[in-house]
């Protein structure tokens, strides 16, 4: 099993910034992939940004130029870099990591934690 644990979120004014971190534990094999989801009331969850073993990144194209995923393997953590915040990045943000288990992709989420924009 793997958990995952999700901090640095809260809120901030339009223009500001914030930095998610969330680090896994438990018995993590060589993850393929890490990233961040968000889920705003209403609307279904959709992928934000996430990267790959081989440090590849994706974004969705509303936060491309402002946001920034990373990650330390060392410490199996993930952080998302959230730069020129705007009312509609307000959402839970959720971590996700999906490694090779038994031969199987296994999926696992955190918790979420809520990221408001608002002045």
């Known amino acids: 099993q793997v958990q995952l644990v999700e901090s640095g979120g809260g809120e901030v004014q339009p223009g500001g910034s914030l930095r998610l971190s969330c680090a896994a534990s438990?018995?993590?094999?060589?993850?393929?992939?890490m990233g961040w989801y968000r889920q705003a009331p209403g609307k279904q969850r959709e992928s934000v940004a996430h990267?790959?073993?081989?440090?590849?990144?994706h974004y969705a194209d509303s936060v491309k130029g402002r946001f920034t995923v990373s990650r330390d393997s060392a410490k199996n953590t993930v952080y998302l870099q959230m730069n020129s915040l705007k009312p509609e990045d307000t959402a839970v943000y959720y971590c996700?990591?999906?490694?090779?288990?038994?031969?199987?992709?296994?999926?696992?989420w955190g918790q979420g934690t809520q990221v408001t924009v608002s002045s």
């Open positions: 438990g018995s993590i094999f060589s993850p393929i992939l």
């Open positions: 990267i790959t073993s081989g440090s590849t990144t």
């Open positions: 996700r990591l999906v490694q090779r288990e038994l031969a199987l992709n296994s999926d696992y």
